[in-house]
């Protein structure tokens, strides 16, 4: 359409057998949970597209959150008893995060040098 704002959409790679590239159309909703926000208030909520990383996320979050870059932190996913922290965080998110199930996301940060108990988070549950 003439005098029309471009919408850029990033192109990810699908993993399969044969290699193809598609363009991410649809963004989709993230919502991240401060670990020590017991009454589960206070969260962030983005929509990113699939393609993002998670060291996208949890920058975002983090700048949210108001907690500093050199602060220990770190993104964790939830599913009922299940808990899985994140080590790569170049991974992208639609390999990361199953867009199927309502995966809960957590950002921990280390409190006298020791991450949060799971009781202090067991409210997400």
């Known amino acids: 359409m003439e005098n029309s704002i471009p919408i850029k959409?990033?192109?990810?790679?699908?993993?399969?057998?044969f290699r193809?590239?598609?363009?991410?159309?649809y963004l989709r909703d993230y919502e991240v949970y401060l670990s020590t926000d017991t009454n589960?208030?206070?969260?962030?909520?983005?929509q990113l597209s699939k393609a993002a990383t998670?060291?996208?996320?949890?920058?975002?979050a983090c700048e949210h959150?108001?907690?500093?870059?050199?602060?220990?932190?770190r993104l964790k996913k939830i599913w009922y008893t299940t808990e899985k922290v994140f080590?790569?965080?170049?991974?992208q998110l639609g390999?990361?995060?199953d867009s199927?199930?309502?995966?809960?996301?957590?950002?921990?940060?280390?409190?006298?040098?020791?991450?949060p108990k799971k009781e202090e988070w067991d409210f997400l549950l």
């Open 54 to 60: 998670l060291k996208d996320l949890k920058r975002l």
């Open 100 to 115: 199927f199930t309502s995966d809960t996301i957590l950002l921990e940060k280390k409190e006298d040098g020791e991450w």
């Open 95 to 97: 390999e990361a995060l």
């Open 65 to 73: 959150f108001n907690i500093p870059d050199d602060e220990d932190s």
């Open 20 to 25: 193809s590239i598609e363009v991410d159309v």
């Open 40 to 46: 589960k208030r206070n969260v962030f909520q983005v």
């Open 87 to 91: 080590a790569d965080m170049d991974e």
């Open 9 to 17: 959409r990033p192109t990810v790679e699908i993993k399969s057998r």
